[in-house]
């Protein structure tokens, strides 16, 4: 399964390690996916995959 957000599409990063003897080495930042039911304009709910940023606007704007 894909680490990528269904509402924003966010998905993983990359970037540097970097020890104290300033050796660097690649990494992945992995976003912070989360499991929701949201509800849809059909009033049917649909389990989805979204990053804990969107849950928190799908929270406000009612839709979980």
């Known amino acids: 399964m894909a680490r990528?957000?269904?509402v924003s599409g966010k998905g993983p990063m990359v970037g540097n390690n970097?020890?104290?003897?300033?050796?660097?080495?690649?990494?992945r930042f992995l976003p912070n996916l989360?499991?929701?039911k949201i509800t849809l304009?059909?009033?049917?709910v649909k389990r989805v995959r979204v990053?804990?940023?969107?849950?928190?606007?799908?929270?406000?704007?009612g839709k979980i």
């Open 4 to 6: 990528r957000c269904s």
């Open 41 to 44: 304009e059909d009033g049917s």
């Open 51 to 61: 990053s804990a940023k969107e849950l928190r606007t799908l929270k406000k704007k």
């Open 18 to 27: 970097v020890s104290h003897a300033n050796n660097k080495t690649k990494r």
């Open 34 to 36: 989360r499991s929701a």
